[in-house]
């Protein structure tokens, strides 16, 4: 099954940008949807953004406007870009994935992701 390394991440004052890569491995197929979840002690775990095989996006109403979800190297790697991050954007970002066969577009959270990045720390101090 798939494999998913995130990178970026780190701290920036709020109204910054940053960044965020998943690189995904060992596809058996490229039919995966790919998103991201945040977590938060406040929060919990959110859905963040998704992106279809077929580069349908969904955005969560609180980052819509702000973030952009877009694949790169072909399938294997979707990048994150934040805009006018904000103190609540603080948590930890993973990525995750699951089996989509044809879906034309992917669930934004949820509990279909069975497949997960080790997660990378995005601070934005208040």
């Not at 699951?98 to 208040?126: E, F, H, K, M, N």
């Amino acid at each position: 099954q798939a494999q998913l390394m995130e990178s970026g991440g780190g701290s920036v004052q709020a109204g910054g940008s940053l960044s965020l890569s998943c690189e995904a491995s060992q596809y058996r197929s490229g039919r995966y949807c790919l998103a991201w979840f945040r977590q938060s002690p406040e929060k919990g775990r959110e859905g963040v953004a998704s992106i279809s095989v077929a580069g349908v996006t969904k955005y969560a109403d609180f980052v819509k406007d702000r973030f952009t979800l877009s694949k790169e190297n072909g399938l294997n790697t979707v990048v994150l870009r934040m805009t006018s991050l904000k103190p609540e954007d603080t948590g930890i970002y993973s990525c995750a994935a699951y089996a989509s066969g044809l879906d034309i577009s992917c669930d934004v959270g949820g509990g279909r992701y069975d497949i997960w990045g080790q997660g990378t720390q995005v601070t934005v101090p208040s």
